[in-house]
């Protein structure tokens, strides 16, 4: 017989473990305020937040996110900054390529607690205002681009090649935007609108 | 991806012991690599200690070479002038290796610390001995192009990924590695290890211990090249790579070194070859017979049956490219 009294051990248990598993995959904020009512407080330190510093184009954000957060997903689903891709979110493709203080990085493989106090740079904040920068500019001008998905990752990792010295000769220029991979095959036009951005006499 | 706590260490003996402390934590370095094993769910550490603030990013001369902390990133080492100067091979496999945007995240560290990038033991669906001793290999009888012809064993075929690795057995480096109690030293060609009966462990790294820098004797070589064949002109892992340096002085060959990537569990340096090339004559018939030595004792597995003939035919063509 079930006694009203003294708790069931093994339903407590049960719950615990049902609700450690639901909170990996599931409804995260019910359960944190499950865990602030005391009902496990394993459950607490799954969802442990910490405090994050980082300029994001020009602004400094004071952020509060998980550890497991990467700086992609952080632009895209914290910041709504959703120009940054998410294409293979492996490393492989090159969509999600950021600048963190000035060097081309795969945000997808950045853990965003990593980014504290540095400066990131996405697609967002190349232009100023309306002017489209440069490069964008050439990407446009030399139809550096069908479907548009890699688009950002291509012009960021372009502005990268540019100013790291690597866009002397179109060998060059391809060996060094290889990090971006483009289904619909708009490489040839990617070259030259890189060659010519970096001729063109505008500071990249 | 499974939860962890995170913990940034500002200085090595407190990162060192950070991990000391728990068994299942992790340094994170650049992340390129684990970062994505932890996506994939093949690693899955409680903790990750966190060293990019670590001041170990200096490239350094000493008296008897160059100093390469372990921090140093891809990117900065390849341009290095002083590693371009000294050690132009090295340069050349940095190059080969990744994407610009991975190379800017990668670390010297890192990229020694990385893991094979066998098919079987990133799909937890799969049998593997190294992801989980016991359970079997997927590839023997598997797909098995990209896997290994030399020193493999009946628990693991997989391959040592790495560019930067081939290169630093062939330059004889040493790896300097910080501990709990004190500092050691481990030749770059004793790092790795063959698979055997225990794929699961890559390398003679203890838990607790950090690698803190690689140090590069200055050498005699005259004439060098890194040779990296893969499935498209760049940014692929090697279906083999060569790294080829010799000195040479009047037509002879005085001293060779040989290390090849993408056929072994390790960077498989090619002792007998390098013996049998000293005092030959830089041409094409001592570089064929000496990469038929090197191919000796060589076992495919099928899909990779090609890398039998691949491999002494870029050996050759690596000690040529290096010999003009």
Same mark, same amino acid.
């Given at each position: 017989?079930?006694?009203?009294?003294?708790?069931?051990?093994?339903?407590?248990?049960?719950?615990?473990?049902?609700?450690?598993?639901?909170?990996?995959?599931?409804?995260?904020?019910?359960?944190?305020?499950?865990?602030?009512?005391?009902?496990?407080?394993?459950?607490?330190?799954?969802?442990?937040?910490?405090?994050?510093?980082?300029?994001?184009?020009?602004?400094? /954000?004071?952020?509060?996110?998980?550890?497991?957060?990467?700086?992609?997903?952080?632009?895209?689903?914290?910041?709504?900054?959703?120009?940054?891709?998410?294409?293979?979110?492996?490393? /492989?493709?090159?969509?999600?390529?950021?600048?963190?203080?000035?060097?081309?990085?795969?945000?997808?493989?950045?853990?965003?607690?990593?980014?504290?106090?540095?400066?990131?740079?996405?697609?967002?904040?190349?232009?100023?205002?309306?002017?489209?920068?440069?490069?964008?500019?050439?990407?446009?001008?030399?139809?550096?681009?069908?479907?548009?998905?890699?688009?950002?990752?291509?012009?960021?990792?372009?502005?990268?090649?540019?100013?790291?010295?690597?866009?002397?000769?179109?060998?060059?220029?391809?060996?060094?935007?290889?990090?971006?991979?483009?289904?619909?095959?708009?490489?040839?036009?990617?070259?030259?609108?890189?060659?010519?951005?970096?001729?063109?006499?505008?500071?990249? | 991806?499974?939860? *962890?706590?995170?913990?940034? =260490?500002?200085?090595?003996?407190?990162?060192?012991?950070?991990?000391?402390?728990?068994?299942?934590?992790?340094?994170?370095?650049?992340?390129?690599?684990?970062?994505?094993?932890?996506?994939?769910?093949?690693?899955?550490?409680?903790?990750?200690?966190?060293?990019? %603030?670590?001041?170990?990013?200096?490239?350094?001369?000493?008296?008897?070479?160059?100093?390469?902390?372990?921090?140093?990133?891809?990117?900065? =080492?390849?341009?290095?002038?002083?590693?371009?100067?000294?050690?132009?091979?090295?340069?050349?496999?940095?190059?080969?290796?990744?994407?610009?945007?991975?190379?800017?995240?990668?670390?010297?560290?890192?990229?020694?610390?990385?893991?094979?990038?066998?098919?079987?033991?990133?799909?937890?669906?799969?049998?593997?001995?190294?992801?989980?001793?016991?359970?079997?290999?997927?590839?023997?009888?598997?797909?098995?192009?990209?896997?290994?012809? *030399?020193?493999?064993?009946?628990?693991?075929?997989?391959? #040592?990924?790495?560019?930067?690795?081939?290169?630093?057995?062939?330059?004889?480096?040493?790896?300097?590695?910080?501990?709990?109690?004190? %500092?050691?030293?481990?030749? *770059?060609?004793?790092? #790795?290890?063959?698979?055997?009966?225990?794929?699961?462990?890559?390398?003679?790294?203890?838990?607790?211990?950090?690698?803190?820098?690689?140090?590069?004797?200055?050498?005699?070589?005259?004439?060098?090249?890194?040779?990296?064949?893969?499935?498209?002109?760049?940014?692929?892992?090697?279906?083999?790579?060569?790294?080829?340096?010799?000195?040479?002085?009047?037509?002879?060959?005085? %001293?060779?070194?040989?290390?090849?990537?993408?056929?072994?569990?390790?960077?498989?340096?090619?002792?007998?070859?390098?013996?049998?090339?000293?005092?030959?004559?830089?041409?094409?018939?001592?570089?064929?017979? =000496?990469? =038929?030595?090197?191919?000796?004792?060589?076992?495919?597995?099928? #899909?990779?049956?090609?890398?039998?003939?691949?491999?002494?035919?870029?050996?050759? %063509?690596?000690?040529?490219?290096?010999?003009?």
């Amino acid at each position: 017989m079930h006694d009203p009294i003294t708790p069931d051990p093994s339903r407590r248990s049960f719950l615990k473990r049902s609700s450690a598993l639901a909170a990996i995959s599931l409804t995260p904020p019910a359960m944190v305020r499950a865990a602030e009512k005391g009902f496990d407080e394993k459950i607490a330190g799954v969802f442990e937040k910490m405090p994050l510093s980082v300029t994001i184009n020009g602004t400094k /954000q004071q952020l509060s996110i998980e550890p497991r957060v990467t700086l992609l997903d952080l632009l895209r689903e914290q910041l709504h900054l959703t120009g940054t891709k998410k294409g293979c979110d492996h490393g /492989q493709c090159g969509a999600c390529t950021v600048h963190v203080n000035g060097r081309r990085v795969n945000s997808c493989l950045t853990l965003a607690l990593t980014t504290e106090g540095k400066q990131v740079t996405t697609i967002e904040g190349l232009s100023k205002g309306e002017q489209l920068h440069p490069m964008q500019e050439a990407f446009i001008e030399f139809d550096g681009f069908q479907c548009g998905y890699c688009t950002p990752g291509q012009i960021m990792s372009a502005v990268a090649c540019v100013r790291e010295g690597h866009a002397n000769t179109p060998d060059q220029v391809r060996e060094f935007m290889s990090g971006n991979i483009c289904r619909c095959g708009a490489y040839s036009n990617i070259v030259d609108a890189v060659m010519n951005a970096k001729q063109g006499g505008k500071t990249i | 991806m499974n939860q *962890f706590e995170y913990t940034r =260490a500002s200085t090595q003996q407190a990162a060192i012991a950070a991990l000391v402390k728990d068994e299942h934590a992790m340094f994170l370095a650049g992340g390129t690599n684990l970062v994505d094993l932890m996506k994939r769910g093949v690693t899955s550490p409680s903790r990750l200690i966190d060293i990019n %603030e670590l001041p170990l990013a200096a490239i350094e001369q000493t008296a008897t070479g160059l100093r390469i902390g372990a921090m140093v990133r891809n990117s900065d =080492a390849a341009e290095h002038a002083l590693v371009n100067r000294h050690f132009p091979l090295l340069s050349m496999a940095f190059k080969a290796g990744a994407s610009p945007q991975l190379r800017n995240m990668a670390t010297v560290g890192g990229n020694m610390m990385q893991r094979t990038r066998c098919p079987y033991f990133y799909d937890t669906a799969m049998p593997c001995n190294k992801r989980e001793p016991g359970s079997g290999c997927g590839a023997i009888g598997g797909y098995n192009r990209m896997h290994a012809i *030399f020193g493999a064993s009946e628990q693991c075929i997989a391959v #040592h990924p790495s560019d930067m690795c081939v290169a630093l057995t062939a330059l004889d480096a040493t790896v300097t590695i910080a501990g709990p109690k004190a %500092e050691r030293k481990i030749a *770059f060609a004793d790092f #790795h290890r063959l698979p055997g009966s225990t794929p699961q462990k890559d390398n003679n790294l203890q838990h607790g211990e950090l690698i803190t820098a690689v140090h590069i004797p200055f050498n005699h070589l005259t004439n060098v090249h890194y040779l990296k064949i893969r499935d498209r002109a760049s940014y692929a892992f090697a279906l083999l790579s060569v790294a080829a340096a010799l000195n040479i002085k009047s037509g002879t060959i005085r %001293e060779a070194r040989l290390a090849m990537g993408g056929v072994a569990h390790k960077p498989w340096r090619l002792t007998e070859a390098e013996k049998a090339l000293k005092g030959q004559p830089a041409n094409e018939t001592s570089f064929k017979k =000496a990469a =038929a030595i090197a191919m000796e004792g060589a076992r495919s597995y099928g #899909h990779n049956d090609f890398k039998l003939k691949l491999a002494p035919n870029a050996i050759a %063509e690596a000690l040529r490219l290096a010999s003009v």
